[in-house]
């Protein structure tokens, strides 16, 4: 089961992809984290889905992680008479609170906060973009619109005002019910979305408790103006390009990813490129040249992990999906260019000892021709660093924490693994040895780089460095 690549791959779960065969498929595949989706299905479906992960898991004796993804709210039209209206640019629509059906004069925006919050000059993008409307006037309980673009709008469309910070709580009533199952179930990571200021994230943690690392969903423009502070309260990031390319001009997500995935990385946080990576593959058993090369560029930016969506959760083609994504990843990973990038742009290390430590572990890898990075850790804060340097090696994190190791699934390089408590460096690297063996991570004659922190199972103490020899 190891993997020939240092980049992750989350696959979400679905109708496509629920039994354990497909699971255990997309694993073996090349699916290092599954999301379940709580936008879609029941508790029931999701705890079931994880029952067989981690019977998945103990199979096979490789960690796996999961992300519990929250709804977050979800900004939709009401229904119209016949189900649909047709539009032509320069008509004028009345959205209003009034709940019936509406016709080719109004539509039921059941949404005061979103009318109070809107004025003259601002637009609704509705249908995913495909439809472009520009506020004209408001009253108090309405606002009238003019068509800029689109050919018709049907039933409960999804709309996104952009440039316009809501008065809305990022975690709804059934978010915060979703949430409590999902910790329940024993996820590892918990997805936040609609994440416009820090304050949701303040929200999110106090309900988390430490059960949980949170992983915050880039979706909203609002919530680039905060990025640095909001990066500090996280512990991941995920870049959800679809509904965060609907609300920013189109030729400014591939600068926008760029940006997200350097702050994330240099913070030491693992970042997830998410959302129609392979979006033909739903119908498809091959990509566009396009989408490989999305998935490519996703990959030289350096990001932890790339995610497929539909692709794996209702497509037809979920196996294919992974398959192809595991090539480009190799493929790309392979690519001399690929590694001069990583190499051009390591962050600079910071005066604890911790990050020298791990900053030195990197550069006696590359001098010496490791074969992995070995990093004892308790709470995961020293494999992090490691995996912020992106090394070209491995690195196996050995952790007593099973929470811990399935968190790790996520991030850079890492091959998590669960080890019992040691207390001694001579027993650590007797530890490190092993685990890199059976992992087929090195053989014999090989090095391995150790780093832990002395004592052992104090958090963020790593100060030690040691290059052992496989026998």
Not at 226 to 255: F, K, N, T, W
Not at 355 to 372: E, H, K, L, S, Y
Not at 422 to 429: D, N, R
Request: with cysteine.
């Amino acid at each position: 089961m190891k993997r020939n690549r240092q980049t992750k791959i989350v696959g979400t779960l679905g109708p496509a992809s629920s039994s354990k065969e497909m699971i255990r498929k997309l694993f073996v595949a090349g699916v290092d984290v599954f999301r379940l989706n709580f936008s879609h299905g029941t508790h029931a479906d999701h705890k079931e889905r994880i029952g067989f992960i981690r019977e998945i898991e103990k199979e096979y004796g490789k960690p796996i992680g999961v992300i519990g993804d929250l709804q977050g709210p979800k900004l939709r039209v009401g229904k119209f008479k016949g189900g649909k209206i047709a539009l032509t640019q320069g008509m004028t629509l009345r959205f209003d609170l009034d709940p019936a059906e509406g016709d080719d004069t109004r539509v039921n925006l059941p949404h005061p906060e979103v009318i109070a919050a809107l004025n003259a000059g601002d637009r609704i993008l509705l249908d995913d973009g495909k439809v472009r409307v520009k506020i004209i006037a408001k009253g108090p309980d309405f606002l009238d619109g003019e068509v800029e673009a689109g050919v018709k709008l049907s039933n409960n469309k999804g709309f996104n005002v952009p440039g316009v910070i809501l008065p809305i709580a990022a975690l709804t009533a059934k978010d915060k019910v979703d949430l409590d199952a999902a910790l329940e179930m024993g996820v590892d990571w918990i997805a936040q979305s609609f994440v416009q200021q820090p304050d949701d994230i303040i929200l999110a943690k106090n309900l988390i408790e430490s059960r949980a690392k949170l992983m915050i969903k880039l979706e909203k423009p609002s919530a680039l103006d905060y990025l640095d502070e909001m990066i500090a309260l996280a512990d991941g990031v995920m870049l959800a390009r679809g509904d965060l390319g609907v609300e920013i001009p189109p030729e400014q997500v591939p600068s926008v990813q760029k940006r997200v995935v350097k702050a994330v990385r240099y913070a030491g946080k693992p970042i997830v490129v998410a959302t129609q990576m392979l979006e033909s593959m739903i119908e498809s058993p091959t990509p566009t040249r396009a989408e490989a090369s999305d998935v490519a560029t996703a990959v030289y930016d350096g990001t932890d992990a790339v995610m497929l969506s539909a692709e794996t959760a209702a497509g037809n083609y979920p196996l294919e999906a992974v398959q192809i994504m595991e090539r480009i990843c190799q493929t790309t990973e392979a690519d001399p260019l690929y590694r001069t990038i990583m190499e051009a742009n390591h962050p600079e290390s910071n005066d604890e000892v911790g990050d020298a430590i791990t900053v030195a572990a990197d550069r006696v890898a590359r001098t010496v021709d490791a074969a992995c990075i070995t990093t004892f850790t308790s709470s995961g804060s020293t494999t992090l660093r490691a995996a912020r340097h992106r090394p070209e090696m491995p690195i196996l994190c050995l952790t007593p924490s099973e929470k811990v190791a399935h968190q790790m699934c996520v991030s850079y390089g890492v091959h998590p693994s669960y080890v019992e408590y040691v207390t001694t460096f001579k027993e650590a690297v007797a530890a490190g040895i092993k685990c890199a063996k059976d992992q087929k991570l090195a053989g014999k004659g090989d090095l391995l780089v150790i780093t832990a922190g002395v004592p052992f199972g104090m958090p963020g103490t790593t100060n030690n460095l040691r290059v052992a020899e496989v026998e």
